[in-house]
């Protein structure tokens, strides 16, 4: 069963959030998405899992149905969780994290490692120098004029519709392994995965800069709970050297799905689905 409402934070912002499955039984799983700016889009996700542990999932503030204007922040983004878990009278949660979400996910479990009972980082964060070689790799996967298309709508003042889904489109269709599913894939997602809050994606990249996550993780590494894990898809554009480096760094396992790119459940979703259920058995059983 899916249920839908909001949460009020301290400062008046009004959260969207859906849960899935009876939320009385036990461990409940809490999956946070990526962007930063786009609004939740694990509802693929969730089900995988659903029938062994409550899943909640919710559109950050800014996004999808919880919206919001303001300054957007790290520790904001961690403190509506803390919020959120309060709200839903949850004391502590599996943390299963995606992209972005695996930032939000590893700052949280620094400041609140008594709320964390496990957590999984899927496809992040990224740390070292990993920028270069995932533009380098993009580029490869892309036409000298889809390179050329994508700078002049980056450099677009005010995109229209068209143009928005065009650039998501060429921007997204490069994290998939398969080149002709990625680019259906990348085009409904710049459909649905709408609007993007491209001033929360700003200001949050920004203070990522400025603030690295990898400059906390010997903080991270004493915070992690006893069940910790990186899941990587071999096929993703952003180099799986950065996570092997974080997996020694941290001294978490680290799986790697072949055939898959940066959303590894599309390509692979039996993989991820056997992984994901393992994961969350093994906290369940451990709690």
Request: with cysteine.
């Amino acid at each position: 069963m899916e249920t839908h409402g909001f949460a009020l934070m301290s400062d008046e912002a009004q959260l969207h959030w859906v849960t899935l499955q009876d939320t009385a039984r036990q461990l409940p799983v809490v999956m946070l998405h990526g962007g930063p700016g786009l609004p939740d889009y694990l509802g693929n996700v969730a089900p995988m899992v659903a029938d062994l542990a409550p899943v909640y999932r919710y559109d950050q503030r800014g996004t999808g149905r919880s919206p919001w204007d303001g300054q957007h922040s790290l520790a904001r983004h961690v403190t509506d969780l803390a919020e959120l878990l309060d709200a839903w009278g949850i004391p502590e949660a599996v943390l299963i994290g995606h992209s972005y979400g695996t930032d939000l996910a590893s700052r949280f479990c620094m400041a609140h490692p008594d709320r964390v009972a496990a957590i999984l980082l899927m496809c992040g964060p990224f740390v070292g120098e990993w920028r270069t070689a995932y533009r380098a790799e993009r580029d490869h996967r892309m036409s000298i004029a889809q390179q050329e298309r994508l700078r002049a709508l980056k450099e677009v003042p005010r995109r229209t519709e068209e143009q928005e889904v065009e650039l998501l489109t060429l921007s997204w269709f490069t994290d998939h392994a398969g080149p002709e599913h990625g680019w259906r894939w990348a085009a409904q997602g710049a459909q649905q995965r709408r609007p993007i809050n491209w001033a929360m994606n700003g200001q949050l990249g920004t203070e990522g800069h400025t603030d690295p996550l990898e400059e906390h993780l010997a903080m991270l590494h004493a915070c992690l709970p006893g069940q910790a894990e990186i899941l990587a898809g071999v096929d993703d554009p952003r180099p799986v050297s950065a996570l092997e480096s974080l997996a020694r760094r941290l001294n978490v396992p680290l799986t790697r799905i072949k055939g898959a790119g940066h959303e590894p459940w599309l390509e692979q979703p039996g993989a991820v689905r056997a992984h994901l259920r393992r994961f969350v058995q093994d906290t369940v059983r451990s709690y």
